[in-house]
T-cell receptor
Framework: LAKTTQPISMDSYEGQEVNITCSHN???????ITWYQQFPSQGPRFIIQ???TKVTNEVASLFIPADRKSSTLSLPRVSLSDTAVYYC?????????FGPGTRLSVLP | KAGVTQTPRYLIKTRGQQVTLSCSPI?????VSWYQQTPGQGLQFLFE???????NKGNFPGRFSGRQFSNSRSEMNVSTLELGDSALYLC????FGAGGVYEQYFGPGTRLTVT
């Protein structure tokens, strides 16, 4: 049974770089890996998406090794407003599977 | 451009009843997906529609169904409600038509409470 796992929680301080890793076995060949951010009482918000190697946008980087069995979201220089839950989403054929979410707490 | 809208935002139903939730995607988006979010199970994929056809389906019982109209608006229906159906139901739309995972834009959700 396909499963996506990620750490339940992480703490960081303002200005630090944060790396959150998601493990995803049985990922399908054509599936992409997507990361979302969710604040309380809101729907998830798209952060970044990738297929392999490295992808970077204005808010984050995504690292995916060659075997694609995991991915790492990197948030540079986090601020208090980055406190949220972060989810990875991977498509498994006919079923899209979200990770359990990582609750990131950024401390001053 | 307006975002994804979901109606109603809050709903209270009784066990055994049925409920219909509505989602209007971002203009031009043809793919609509539905998710259930609960504290215990997290975010779970229900189904995805593209051009009025259900293309992908998650592991939910047949009480959960959906449809998409020609204007890409979507509805999901839950029949014979159970207490465990209490959840936040999220709709997401995407401009892409290919399979796999792609950028999705989420609505604020409908909070369903079953008593």
């Amino acid at each position: 049974l396909a499963k996506t796992t990620q750490p339940i929680s992480m703490d960081s301080y303002e200005g630090q770089e944060v790396n959150i890793t998601c493990s995803h076995n049985n990922i399908a060949t054509n599936d992409y890996i997507t990361w979302y951010q969710q604040f309380p009482s809101q729907g998830p918000r798209f952060i970044i998406q990738g297929y392999k190697t490295k992808v970077t946008n204005e808010v984050a980087s995504l690292f995916i090794p060659a075997d694609r069995k995991s991915s790492t979201l990197s948030l540079p220089r986090v601020s208090l407003s980055d406190t949220a839950v972060y989810y990875c989403l991977v498509g498994y054929g006919q079923n899209f599977v979200f990770g359990p979410g990582t609750r990131l707490s950024v401390l001053p | 451009k307006a975002g994804v809208t979901q109606t109603p935002r809050y709903l209270i139903k009784t066990r055994g009843q049925q409920v219909t939730l509505s989602c209007s995607p971002i203009s031009g988006h043809r793919s609509v997906s539905w998710y259930q979010q609960t504290p215990g199970q997290g975010l779970q994929f229900l189904f995805e529609y593209f051009s009025e056809t259900q293309r992908n389906k998650g592991n939910f019982p047949g009480r959960f169904s959906g449809r998409q109209f020609s204007n890409s608006r979507s509805e999901m229906n839950v029949s014979t409600l159970e207490l465990g159906d209490s959840a936040l139901y999220l709709c997401a739309s995407s401009p892409f038509g290919a399979g796999g995972v792609y950028e999705q834009y989420f609505g604020p959700g409908t909070r369903l409470t079953v008593t």
